[in-house]
C-alpha cells in the first residue's frame, strides 16, 4: 500500500514540477517576443472555442454510434 502512494506522489510531483516548467517557457517566450497578456488571452481563448467545439463532436459522434447500435440490436431481435 505505501508503494502505490509514493509512486502516486512522484507522478503528481513529475506533474507539478511540468506544468511550473511550462508556465516558465510560456513567460520566457511572452517576455521575448514581446506578447502582451490580452494578446495571450485571446489565443487561449480561441484555443478553448477549438477544443471545446473538438470535444463537443467527438461527445456528439460516440453518441450517435451507441444509439445506431443499440438500434441495431433491437432490430435483430
Known amino acids: ?19 511550473v516548467a511550462c508556465g516558465a517557457f510560456l513567460i520566457m517566450a511572452a517576455q521575448s517576443y514581446q ?24 461527445a456528439v459522434s460516440v453518441t450517435l454510434l451507441v444509439l445506431w447500435r443499440r438500434w441495431r440490436q433491437r432490430t435483430r431481435r
Do not use: D, H, Y
Not at 500500500?1 to 509514493?6: L, N, V
Not at 506578447?35 to 471545446?52: D, K, N
Open 35 to 58: 506578447l502582451s497578456s490580452s494578446e495571450l488571452l485571446g489565443q487561449l481563448a480561441t484555443l478553448l472555442v477549438v477544443m471545446a467545439a473538438v470535444l463537443g463532436g467527438a
Open 1 to 19: 500500500m505505501a508503494a502505490i502512494a509514493k509512486r502516486s506522489l512522484k507522478r503528481r510531483s513529475t506533474w507539478v514540477l511540468s506544468m
